[in-house]
C-alpha cells in the first residue's frame, strides 16, 4: 500500500507539494482537503462516528464523511471517492464554498484545511465501512447546533468549525 500525500497549498489553494500526511499534520502545514455533508429530505444531516482505532479524534461524532484530495483528483471526485469508500453510497454532490481552519488534536497534530465544504442529498440506509465507521445517524440541523453547544467532546474538533460555517451558509441561503 503506497503512503498517502496531501497537496500542500498557499492561502488561494494554489498547490505547493505533496507530502506525507501524518508529516503535514505534525507540522501543521495547509493542505487542501473536502468536507461532505448529506441531507434527506427532511433536512436531517447524515453524521458518522469515526472507528475507534483511528490515529486522532476515534469515536467522536462528524459530518457524513471527509478526507484529503489525491494529486490530480477534484474535489467532487474526491468527495464522491471518499462517500463511497466509508458510507457505501453515491450521490451528486455540489460543492457549496471554501475555507481555512485550523484544528490542534491532543496527541499533538493539528489539520491545517483549505477545506472545500461538498452538498449532497441521500434518503437510504448506508452501508458502512466498519473500518472507518463505528455508526452513523440521521440528525436534524438545530438538534445538532444544540448538541454541540451542550457535549461538544463527543464532536471532531474540526466538525463543531465545519458545522458552524455549514448551518450559517443555509441560513443565509434560505
Given at each position: 500500500m503506497s503512503i498517502e500525500k496531501v497537496i500542500l497549498v498557499d492561502k488561494n489553494d494554489q498547490p505547493i507539494g505533496l507530502m506525507e500526511k501524518?508529516?503535514?499534520?505534525?507540522k501543521a502545514l495547509l493542505h487542501r482537503a473536502f468536507?461532505?455533508?448529506?441531507?434527506?429530505?427532511?433536512?436531517?444531516?447524515?453524521?458518522?462516528?469515526?472507528?475507534?482505532h483511528k490515529y486522532h479524534s476515534p469515536g467522536l461524532w462528524t459530518n457524513t464523511c471527509c478526507s484529503h484530495q489525491r494529486e490530480g483528483e477534484t474535489s467532487l471526485n474526491a468527495g464522491k471517492r471518499?462517500?463511497?469508500?466509508?458510507?457505501?453510497?453515491e450521490t451528486f454532490l455540489e460543492e457549496k464554498f471554501s475555507f481555512i481552519y485550523k484544528a490542534e488534536f491532543d496527541n499533538g497534530l493539528t489539520e491545517h484545511e483549505f477545506d472545500h465544504v461538498l452538498m449532497g442529498n441521500y434518503d437510504a440506509t448506508p452501508v458502512i465501512n466498519t473500518d472507518e465507521v463505528v455508526e452513523w445517524k440521521w440528525m436534524a440541523l438545530e438538534e445538532i447546533k444544540k448538541d454541540i453547544e451542550n457535549i461538544p467532546e463527543m464532536y471532531t474538533p474540526w466538525f463543531k468549525i465545519i458545522f458552524d460555517k455549514f448551518y450559517h451558509y443555509l441560513q443565509v441561503k434560505s
Open positions: 501524518m508529516e503535514a499534520h505534525e468536507s461532505v455533508f448529506v441531507l434527506n429530505k427532511k433536512g436531517e444531516l447524515m453524521l458518522q462516528r469515526r472507528a475507534l471518499r462517500l463511497k469508500e466509508e458510507m457505501g453510497f
